[in-house]
T-cell receptor
């Protein structure tokens, strides 16, 4: 099956610093990637949809200047949490749509997630 | 609005069968997904239904009724490793997934 990697898997940073999380589709091309945030014992919350070569589409309530998304190639999307604060601590998960499967089967392949802790 | 409902928690016995229900309301519909998520890990794909009926895949089966906005995930011959959260997600007309809050399944010996 299709594999999506995320890096880093775990990061601890100081308040006020920026953190970049990478999401890569390893064996397929993904024109569309999604970034989710998950709080403990809660479901996934879609933050934004990342489209290769264009600006990301952010969900209501998500600050685009704080969560910078760049989808520079068909296999890589990055999420940068700028000026991180303790309330940004969460589990961030990316997923990718396999462009090759076509529109009839829109399975999202998930990365393993990144646990961010802001001190 | 868009909404997914599924039970918060269920308990079952090892070797038994359990059915996890999910009802959905979305703007348009492009399929219903079930994912398994163990604590601290990302979701893993279990099944996809877009047509009415039952899809069987080993010990897991998934059912969909589009007219009723209803799906269920059926797990047979439960094993301890099946203890996890099971997420129901419906894909809307924009091909975005609308997620349920997940059902925590507890398996007892």
């Amino acid at each position: 099956g299709a594999v999506v990697s995320q890096h880093p898997s775990r990061v601890i940073c100081k308040s006020g610093t920026s953190v970049k999380i990478e999401c890569r589709s390893l064996d397929f091309q993904a024109t569309t990637m999604f970034w989710y945030r998950q709080f403990p014992k809660k479901s996934l919350m879609l933050m934004a949809t990342s489209n290769e070569g264009s600006k990301a589409t952010y969900e209501q309530g998500v600050e685009k200047d704080k969560f910078l998304i760049n989808h520079a190639s068909l296999t890589l999307s990055t999420l940068t949490v700028t000026s991180a604060h303790p309330e940004d601590s969460s589990f961030y998960i990316c997923s990718a749509l396999d462009s090759g499967t076509g529109i009839s089967y829109n399975e999202q392949f998930f990365g393993p997630g990144t646990r961010l802790t802001v001190l | 609005g868009q909404n997914i409902d599924q039970p918060t928690e269920m308990t079952a016995t090892e070797g038994a069968i359990v059915q996890i229900n999910c009802t959905y309301q979305t703007s348009g519909f492009n399929g219903l997904f079930w994912y398994q998520q163990h604590a601290g890990e990302a979701p893993t794909f279990l099944s996809y239904n877009v047509l009415d009926g039952l899809e069987e895949k080993g010990r897991f089966s998934s059912f969909l009724s589009r007219s009723k906005g209803y799906s269920y995930l059926l797990l047979k011959e439960l094993q301890m490793k099946d203890s996890a959260s099971y997420l129901c997600a419906a894909m809307d007309s924009n091909y975005q997934l609308i997620w349920g809050a997940g059902t925590k399944l507890i398996i007892k010996p």
